[in-house]
């Protein structure tokens, strides 16, 4: 059963891709990340992620230009996005 759904899960990633949505934003609240559904640093989390949205590149922009606070990358596959990092290297 796992597999099946796996391989559902990887479908709906090309067609996501396909259709300019390469990032998933995680919507729990406790950990408020953007992670990459592409390429060779694509997350590991991915398919433990529920609460999701997809969005393409202008919209995780726009979701990153939020407040502090808000949204960041995630430490593994948006590293540069990542603001819990950023923070702790400056201290």
Same mark, same amino acid.
């Given at each position: 059963m796992y597999k099946i759904d796996l391989k559902l899960f990887e479908l709906e990633l090309w067609f996501r891709r396909l259709f300019g949505q390469k990032y998933l934003v995680n919507?729990? #609240? $406790?950990?408020k990340e953007i992670h990459r559904i592409y390429g060779k640093n =694509? %997350? $590991?989390?991915? #398919?433990?992620?529920t609460h999701k949205k997809y969005v393409g590149i202008n919209g995780m922009k726009e979701i990153l230009d939020d407040k #502090?606070?808000?949204?960041?990358? %995630?430490? @593994? %596959? @948006?590293?540069?996005?990542? +603001?819990? $990092? =950023?923070? +702790?290297? $400056?201290k």
């Open positions: 919507l729990n #609240p $406790k950990s =694509r %997350c $590991k989390f991915l #398919p433990s992620i #502090p606070g808000g949204y960041n990358g %995630c430490y @593994l %596959c @948006l590293r540069e996005f990542d +603001m819990d $990092k =950023r923070t +702790m290297d $400056k």
